[in-house]
T-cell receptor, first 117, second 113 residues
Framework: EAGVVQSPRYKIIEKKQPVAFWCNPI?????LYWYRQNLGQGPELLIR????????DSQLPKDRFSAERLKGVDSTLKIQPAELGDSAVYLC???????????????FGPGTRLLVL | GQQLNQSPQSMFIQEGEDVSMNCTSS?????WLWYKQDPGEGPVLLIA?????ELTSNGRLTAQFGITRKDSFLNISASIPSDVGIYFC?????????????FGKGTLLTVNP
């Protein structure tokens, strides 16, 4: 079974430029998560999708960040315009169902390493 | 919001030694998870704990869900060079925070062959 796929793996851009990250979750996984991981920190949730619906985007900086999950499969996370402080690793994860108390496991992709100059 | 304190921040040990790391939470958790992250990769789940007092092993790894539900520890026995990496604890509570994982800041483990 293929794991969570993310692209690109690395991205270097200048500040004020737009950038987009793509995620393909594990087949059959209805729940998709985007996390941001700053250097020396653990991942922090940005947004969670159940199928195509964003059910928790409370941590997403909506002035410059946007996300979509058309057709409830692949997802794209966009930053426009990027700022220096956006340099981080952006991780995508998926699970069959919301983790809750169901014992579901989140599977993480390898992440996209963003450097904003 | 929920906060996790993970310690130690880093450890440097000799191959063959045992190692222990722990996490404490400011609030009660229903689930504790331990992940390992290798350089350039995403976190990989090592052990999941779902009940207070639960003790679970995965090979040389053993983790426990604290009886107060506010702490957990991970032990690695007889460390080997491939144990090198960053270990994260994570957990989630109940109610509105039920589906949101909170991660610790990680423990960087270095194993000297």
């Amino acid at each position: 079974e293929a794991g969570v796929v993310q692209s690109p793996r690395y991205k270097i851009i200048e500040k004020k430029q737009p950038v987009a990250f793509w995620c393909n979750p594990i087949s059959g996984h209805n729940t998709l998560y985007w996390y941001r991981q700053n250097l020396g920190q653990g991942p922090e949730l940005l947004i969670r999708y159940e199928n195509e619906e964003a059910v928790d985007d409370s941590q997403l900086p909506k002035d410059r960040f946007s996300a979509e999950r058309l057709k409830g499969v692949d997802s794209t996370l966009k930053i426009q315009p990027a700022e220096l402080g956006d340099s981080a690793v952006y991780l995508c994860a998926s699970s069959r169902w919301p983790i809750g108390d169901t014992g579901e496991t989140q599977y993480f992709g390898p992440g996209t390493r963003l450097l904003v100059l | 919001g929920q906060q996790l304190n993970q310690s130690p921040q880093s450890m440097f040990i000799q191959e063959g030694e045992d190692v222990s790391m722990n996490c404490t939470s400011s609030s009660i958790f229903n689930t504790w998870l331990w992940y390992k992250q290798d350089p350039g990769e995403g976190p990989v789940l090592l052990i999941a704990l779902y009940k207070a007092g639960e003790l679970t092993s995965n090979g040389r790894l053993t983790a426990q869900f604290g009886i107060t539900r506010k702490d957990s520890f991970l032990n690695i026995s007889a460390s080997i060079p491939s144990d090198v990496g960053i270990y994260f604890c994570a957990g989630h509570g109940s109610g509105g925070s039920n589906y949101k994982l909170t991660f610790g800041k990680g423990t960087l483990l270095t194993v000297n062959p």
